[in-house]
């Protein structure tokens, strides 16, 4: 009797919930239609953005360097043979443009969807702005002085504070226009570059102005191969102070060293390296065109063109939709240590080319 009660209850309670629900979501629809569109407008939303995050999460295809030094080079009767530097500073120019301009515009300092959300363009945008700096301060002063006691080029003085404005900044004044003026006054140094009537204007390539540029390549790489071999946890012997018994640091440090790349930076150091290489491979295809006599003087063209073939590998598409770390004989590919084995084989052969510029 008392079970038969409660089955009684229960279905009465069960009844009672289910009109209820049924209350509730026709008052739902009829009194509070506002809160349906608001839901479908905040997923339409949703879906917009994600789409424009897919659509920018590109980089840039690689260019023809002379293809773009014809195209930026204003010159009125074609030369027999290109101005020296023309290339070089037609490729920096291209460069810096297409960081800025490409499918989706400059990341970096977005505050705003997609781009505040995404990290693999922005870290690209970063490696192609290091090479961009490097070039530029090298070009200031290097390529366009004489010697050491010589005047810096007016435009190059102005155009490389630009570059080494704050990437990330989006308020007044913003990123992009710094950059933009950067590029600008390398415009206006390569106009006078090529003017016959113009000899302020100067590129110097020498064996020793190249030899300075390719110290500062040599040192990146080496950095971004360290940090790509970190993906995988290893211990370091400390050799800080290896080849000098005299030698002292400022505070002591252990003799062994853990390295490792945290797993959260992993796919942004990956991408500043693409970044990096994407640059450096256009700049010294620029550099086998102005260079050309120095290298073949030096016998150091195949030196060149072998980095060059290095760097061409890092620009592989990747098979994968996110960068894998797998250890380092593991069952999953790990292509931060794929990425640095190129970058090792090309940072060793810059220093190879550099002892060949060095000799007499």
Known sequence: MAWNKLQKFWHQRKRSLADYSADVREDWSTQNPLWRWLAGAALLLLLVVGGLGFYFDTEPELFDVNAVAKQRVPVAEPRAKPVVGATTTATLIELSSRMLNKRGGYLSNDVMPPGVWMDNIPSWEYGVLIQVRDMSKAMREAFSRSQSQSRE????????????????????????????????????????????????????????????????????????????????????????LGGDASAHQSTATPREIVVKTSWWEIDDVFYEARGTSWALLHLLKAIEIDFADVLDNKNALVSLQQIIRELEATQEPLGSPMVLNGSGFGMLANHSLVMANYISRANAAIIDLRELLAQG
Do not use: M
């Open 153 to 240: 080029d007016a435009d190059l003085t102005l155009a490389e504070p630009r570059f080494n404005f704050d990437h990330k900044s989006w308020v007044w004044p913003s990123t992009e226009s710094q950059y933009q003026e950067g590029i600008i006054k390398l415009e206006s140094y390569l106009a006078r570059l090529v003017d016959d009537q113009a000899p302020d204007a100067q590129f110097y390539a020498r064996a020793d102005n190249l030899n300075y540029w390719l110290r500062s390549v040599e040192s990146r790489l080496g950095s971004l191969s360290q940090r790509l071999s970190a993906s995988v946890e290893k211990v370091r012997i400390n050799t800080d």
